[in-house]
């Protein structure tokens, strides 16, 4: 399979260089990007007034949750989650859990999404859904255990299990990632238990950790110290650990998570939606620190779009920091692509001759995308997820000039509105 | 000439309730809000899956800013001023302001926003645009005299001759607002006359105040008050004032603002991206001061998405509170439609009988907007510009099924690109 895409703006390299090019793909990678390509191919699209990106990396969220989009909102935390989210989670079924995951991954193909990391029950049913919507994603199964032994045992065994369906599956473009839910609903014992099973099978992690201040209280009084320290000196911390929000951070924990080249996971809607905090981006990149963007779940951001999320970025820390030359167009759009490839080990989040073939074209014929003053600025500051009009993923075109070729859109919509008033 | 808008959901009135109805518009307003209407109709639109919003009203903008899109960003407000925006705009002709005046429109009618208040130059072509487009226009010429007597005069004329040149197109549509620049660009002469002109032609003023930190400081210096203090003490103050941005308020401004009536124009994409500081929202909600939304000039935003700008405001101000019910969804969306019209004196904002005609339909058949869990707060929290499918205003269609009805797209985008090369 190869597909020839023609006379597009190219967002180029690690520098994100702007060509005028085409670009070849063959099998699943980018096989040349040049002007003039005349090689044949299975498939030729026509990019003139286009521009053609790196698909975006959502680096965390929680597919399923769709379903509770706009059920609770304005809100403080433990009401939505208490009054709202879990008693509807407490009723989903695998069935129910795959009519969310079908409706996120729907989302992220239309909004040029190309790779997701996802935390979740039933992750063996969202495995499938993956599978078959032609995403790359990477799954975690959320444990908790609450510090009670019997659930540290089960869900260990829960991660496991989903691990071996995964793996079963023998795909390239799903993979199974540990997802410990966070220091305060976890036990040490499953932490240091995670560590080593991450090792044994090497695999990554991902952790929500000092996302409220209550957290770091919490942590502070169980343990005499921060959640970083916790997990820094139990020797939890590694560059195969993606950590989710980080809002809450001092210099001392900031320093750990360099040393041990951690990636934080940034999800600026969600931590604003829900009054968080605002995450120290600036003393994280001053750090070293490999820093990518997640939406979270549509429950509290309240969509998946990548785009509108890199806007939010942006214009949270120039205004958080005074300073409108913090958190540019370019550190932005690299949050979105580049770092979360670099997190999942993953040589994609680029355009660029060898990399994984994992790219959107973006439609600049629209007033808000005109004139072409800035393409890179235009996608981080005015575009949004609906102007992404290709998604292709491994080599596959899943969506192509607006239409989902893999899924059945409409079937989607009317199941996941049968789902949630089964939760109701 | 009338229209028939069949099987919606309606938000229905000041209380936002959702309704499944049917609208019908005759002339230019709203005639019944009802189930199963039988009149007929010159134009019948099928409705299902859709809601019917009332228009947006942008409170505050720039529209022939969109040329300078992208042209300079992550700058600091003096360089992004001095070295891009100024030199281009000395050579700003009728022609090119009318290029990107085209480009403005355009976009606000793709993304349903029915009515908006300009300042800029060359409001006498603008005039020319709006007209043609259909939207509904308050247009102020932005007037500066910098202390000097001689412009003074100059610029006082210039908005006269505006006046009259709009009051000649007679058009219910297009109208003229007073326009001076702000506090520490206009003398006190000049704010003076123009409230003495507000007053004889029964004019609005618009007006941008407290921005920044660095012009309370220069207010402060010359005049030993407040920008706010000052313009109550020269007597400028009225229920015919809209303030643009009303960042740096203290608890005396707004209960200065609150004693007369004025409203003020939030914006917060803008504020945050040139670092501008936050405007204390509750604040001037809880004194009971009308606050609508504006996007401002498509240079700092980049773009002239009402939806966006509904998310950017109610995130901002949880996050800036840590506080999650601040800025609710009800609250957020009245701002970017009731409270606009309350400022213009418009009957508009909201979808009731005996309203003004200005509407639009948005497209919720996606997967970002289902289950359809909360319709208000979809389309605050998760919906953007491009999921409006169609616009109405005055009872006139502008845009249908996303097709622009009354403007040449490709013409507009065209001349947009030639128009910035020309200014380069």
Redesign the interface.
Known sequence: MSILIKNGHVIYGENLEIVKADVLIEGNRIAKVAGGIKEAADTVIDARGRVISPGFINLHTHSPM??????A?????MD?LEKYIWPREAKLTRELTKAGAY??V??MI??GTTTFLDMYFHMDAVAEVVLEAGLRGYLSYGMIDLGDPDRTEKELEGAVRTMEFIDGLRSDRVHFVFGPHAPYTCSIALLEKVRELADEHNRLITIHVSETQSEIGRILERYGKSPVELLDDIGFLGRDVIMAHGVWLDSRDIHILARHGVTVAHNP?S????????MPLEKLLKAGVNVALGTDG?AS?????ML?EM??A???H??Y?????????GTVFRMATLNGARALRLNAGVVKEGALADLVIIDF????L?????IV??IV??A????VETTIVDGKILMLDREVLTLD?ER??EK??K??EKLA
Chains 1, 2 share one sequence.
């Open positions: 769709g379903l509770f989009r706009g059920l909102d304005d809100l403080p935390l939505w409706l996120g729907l989302e239309r909004t809607a931590n604003m939606k829900l009054a968080s905090g605002v549509s951001n309240n969509n998946l779009d509108e806007k939010l942006a214009l949270l120039k205004v920091n005074f300073d409108p030359t913090v958190a540019d167009a014929n629209s007033p808000h005109r004139p072409m003053n800035n600025s235009h500051y005015s949004n997820g609906s102007d859109e989607i919509l996941a509105e789902a949630i």
